[in-house]
């Protein structure tokens, strides 16, 4: 980095962190072992693909073993931006060496670690140090929410499984546990689906959020197909492609209506092809298919144009189409740089073309998909060296922006466009 | 950008333009009012995008007041590349200072280029300032064209309707207007056809010009059946999707035929999706679909061997594809970048490859696509900036290639190629 | 090239060369002409498409009128990479200046290459300037092996005939003729396949390669029914597309299966369509179409679980699927950057990415696909230039990566991966 560039980065890493998308759970937001952060996928996959035998890290393998095996595999990944992240909190949170990396020591990083995550402070610590604001939670239909600070935590709700998995027994029972409804026709799936939106707005749910694959085909079905839909999968019979889409849009739409009544934005995670990889580790077996487009979600975007549809692209290859939709719909946004897009080559190619063709407030600039509160610093910083140097060489060099204004379009696109497009508020 | 780029820069600056394709009107070519450079679809969809209510610039509302609206949404996008345009064309042509973007004054920029842009001179001051040699204008059927310089503007014959849209009476009833011609079988269609180009090439024409649909299926269908689509347009019944293909290809090979008698390019935009955002501004609601191929056009390629291809693609995915198809077949040429791909960081990478694999006459390097002359200069300029860095990183640092070298390539690129492809002749 | 680029190339420049993918006749190594150089397909393909009449490289032409053809057309492609190439061997092998392409003289570079070509230790000569350690070699069925260095040229079965051509006539006759079985069912042609591995596994079999075509559908068959395919296709009778793709299926896990048996990696170069341009030069009629995928092939990796399935891809925009799979399957490896993605520009995106993602091990640097041992040098130095570039800016600069560790990674990528992935062992 130049001058220039390091002098923005350290502006930038000033900002608070909004994370608008997360797995962190509230209720034990930061690890309690090395295992609760190497268990990672990215580190479980990686592992295993360089060359760990997965019996390595099945569940009957205690903790500290499980984590002892990911270690000993990761300077073979330790090139990559994920191997980064992990050792950015050895330094950071850890107090490591900055060069830890090479000289790689198993058994000291163990000992240094492992009695360091039995403070009782650990997350305190990370969120100081982090400087982090307030992080989005993604909760399927259950979850506990009672009790958390919602001035910090910020309850978006998931809905992959109501969309696509209608026809999963555990699905439909945890669907009726939650809302008390018996669903057996269109009309009682619709007020189940109405009665999960507003127990979750009684925590100031700030979006709906769903992941969708790249084949799906929005169908419409009369009231009366979708009443003999929900009567076939109440029966146990699986439905035919035709039958899975006609579903899908169905609760789709639905979903959609209600984050309209609630002012709620559904945020899109598209392109996933789940479970291709027979062999994978847990969660490590879930790829794309680069032939995928948003085109198809037109008609969604359409049909709601007083929802705001933030989009995250799984494939480099979309980021184009994603900034075609962002440009045109008023109602779309491109938010952060999702899973296999989220490497710095990519983030700087795909958020240079969007400062070069996106409004600022179109632009969610990053969320860390962390599944605990170590993940949110590291990643959020390897997306703000990108941003520096994006600003240093095109505004500030290049078109002679001062550093000010810089740092005010990277505090829009971080910060500002999140609360805005969320509608946050934050009390005291 | 580095010394060596800003002195390459400055020498391909110097190159005079010759702008392959533009929608500028011959008979009213610069703008007169703002509201002529503003009402261009780039700033009315960034501005609807970004939060503008469309009704703003419903066409009920007057000139200056729709004007006025677009440059109170214009810093909402001012760092995009689109936004540059303007910008420079307030430093140009307007003689408003280089910064004037951080201390932006709506009041102040209308009053000083609304009395700017009533000056008699106006359209000279900016084809010298911009330092145009030509501009290729489009026209479908019925445009005037006499007592135009036809050394400066170069007519091209846009096609779209005739190929796209035989179903639609209107588009029948032009094209029977113009040619005195009933359209009542395929011959007849054959014969109309022959006569737009006859009268077209009275004026020198240089290009026959189409956009083309991702989805464009390629189909053939005998004269009888020609004949069937026909009567069947004339009677008011719509095409199958298969006929609809059919129709097409018999329109666009029998202009390809046309194309190989006049020795005239046929110059392809390929991948738009039309129509697709329901609530968009005009010309702000078409799209693209990243899963395109230029597969299906090699039929039309291997065809016509003496017709030569210029074409342009909308997805910056396809610029690999662009770039294998100008290397393998002798009759495809790269030309510019289109639409949502004209954007400096899809430049550099497409304009980079293209120079990395293809023969120098393989390039025609860019193209405006201005509704008015004010957008020439600006965008050409976008355009030359890529190419100066790239010549400076990879040729004369890359290669010790001599500056003058290196001109000599953007002089090709530019001008040479286009003067050579399109078979232009300049008097005086 | 800035001091660390260039002082980590001179380190990466001197790792000896293992070539894992060409086309090098072992019984004729190097060039004995010009023309020998020059009818690469690149050369003949980039001429032609710069304006070279195709009849002038005819069979009927003598070498070295050819051989003047293509060069008197070079000039016009002197800004590409494939030129690069060619010039390269002009400075390294050929003694001329380094700055021939400036003034190319046609007549004194014939009289002074032609001559040099006849020298009697033409061939150690390459090989000594080029610091070759093993090429690997592709053969069909038939080729004869006897005598060949094998510590040198490194056999692989190239199997594309087999598995997407089995209706051909002559393959079959050829497949016949080798192994000495009548192949008259799906038995009997899995012993053919038997006995091609067999006889190959004696000059130290390192890979079975196949070129697969986008459109690829992975279809399983009963035994029954390829019996009766392949008794269709003795018959003469052309298959369905569908009967073509569980012919192909059939084949192409009947050779995984002996890949597994012993333990030979099987390379997929992925994505060609063949055969596109009508009026194309030899060897320059093939294309690829961007719409394709990797994601037909988790059927082939998933079976395959002990197969190590190196991959390479001929779309640039297929570089990221690549790398997901490399990342998520442990049995697949990112290999080099084939055909139209072997340019500069993309290599650098391309490589960068892979390297921010992958484990060190699942990265197979680079193979020269050369058809002559002259090319293994130049193309090599052009991969090796992109990776001392993502080496000074992103980990030595970047990360504060030791020069020295660096170049570990680079051997890594270049030499041990190659020498694990393929088993190579070396004697003396």
Redo the contacts between chains.
Sequence with gaps: ?TDLEKSLFTKIDKIPIIDPHSHIDPHKPAARSLWDILSYPYYT??S????MDPDRIKYTVPDDARARAILQYMP???????F?WFADMLTDFFDLP??IS?DWNVDAIIDHCESRLQSADWSAHIKNVSNIKAVFTSHPLKDDLDGIDLNFYIPSLRVDDLVLSFESKEVRARLIETTDIQVTNANSLRLALHKVFDRLTRYNLAACTTSLPPDLSLSFASETKIDGLVAKATRGDFFTPEERNQMATFTLFELAQRCQEHQVPMHILFGV?RD?????VIN??????????L?EL?KL??AF?NVKFPVSVI????N??L????????NVYAQGHWW??N????IF?DL??R????????MIGYFSDAHSLEFVLPKFRMYKKELAKILAR??V??????EE?AIE?AYDILYNNVVELYGLRFEG
Tied chains: 1, 2, 3.
């Design positions: 980095m996959s990686l295993h693909s360089s060359g073979g990944f330790a090139s990559t931006a994920q980064r900055a060069d090479a092809i291709v990889y027979d062999h994978g490590g077996t879930d790829l794309f298919d680069q032939r995928c487009s085109v037109h975007f359409n144009p494939s480099h290859a979309q184009h189409e900034i075609a939709y962002a440009w045109i719909y008023h296999y897009s490497l710095p080559a990519f190619d240079c073309a400062m070069h063709s996106l409004p600022a407030n179109k095109e505004y060099t290049g078109l002679n922006w001062s204004r379009l």
